[in-house]
């Protein structure tokens, strides 16, 4: 079965440090990847997404993700991170049966 | 943001008893979700809808049943809750398939007891 895998669970960063949480799927044929926050007590959110093309991706808050095909994996980076960026993060992967499969989650805390 | 509601919000209710929860959409989409999400799990799919009357079941359906009577709402029944449904329930939609973005709505917290 395909799977999703966030490797850091719980992540705590101070203000204006870099960012880049783990993101690694199963599945080895063409995929869509996603990045998901949730920020805290509201509903999720898209961050970016990536479908084919350049595999940097950006999106919204300064965000970005490269698309690594022979590592099977889909990182998510910022360059320096703000008290705002204090959420869930969540990557998912377009299952072969159309559906989206989401990892565990990664709650970031960032210090001020 | 996408026009998702979910009712109700929040929700404590005893084992055994039957409980429905309703997501509204007025963006006419086709493909509507449920999901819960529990700590260390992420968001699990529970059922989903591909058009009115059109459902199928995700990795966790048991113990939920859904219906879709018209396009813009999509409805999921705890047939006789347990303590184990107690969870954050989200609905989500999605234009052109599950492959493509979803919109999530705001969420509802349930506690069985």
């Known amino acids: 079965a395909q799977s999703v895998s966030q490797h850091n669970h719980h992540v705590i960063l101070s203000e204006a440090a870099s960012l880049e949480l783990g993101c690694n799927y199963s599945y080895g044929g063409t995929v869509n990847l996603f990045w998901y926050v949730q920020y805290p007590g509201q509903h999720l959110q898209l961050l970016l997404k990536?479908?084919?093309?350049?595999?940097l991706v950006k999106g919204i808050k300064g965000f970005e993700a490269e698309f690594i095909k022979s590592k099977f994996s889909f990182n998510l980076r910022k360059p320096s991170v703000q008290w705002s960026d204090t959420a869930e993060y969540f990557c998912?992967?377009?299952?072969?049966?159309?559906?989206?499969?989401f990892g565990q989650g990664t709650t970031l805390q960032v210090k001020p | 943001d996408a026009g998702i509601t979910q009712s109700p919000r929040h929700k404590v209710t005893e084992t055994g008893t039957p409980v429905t929860l309703r997501c509204h959409q007025t963006?006419?989409?086709?493909?509507m979700y449920w999901y819960r999400q529990d700590p260390g799990h992420g968001l699990r799919l529970i059922h989903y809808?591909?058009?009115?009357?059109?459902?199928d079941k995700g990795e966790v359906s048991d113990g939920y049943s859904v219906s879709r009577s018209k396009t813009e709402d999509f409805l999921l029944t705890l047939e006789s809750a347990t303590s184990s449904q107690t969870s954050v329930y989200f609905c989500?939609?999605?234009?052109?398939?599950?492959?493509?973005?979803?919109?999530f709505g705001p969420g509802t917290r349930l506690t069985v007891l």
């Open positions: 990536y479908f084919s093309g350049d595999p």
């Open positions: 998912a992967v377009r299952s072969n049966t159309g559906k989206l499969i």
């Open positions: 809808s591909y058009g009115v009357k059109d459902t």
């Open positions: 989500a939609i999605s234009g052109r398939g599950a492959g493509d973005e979803q919109f």
């Open positions: 963006e006419n989409h086709r493909y």
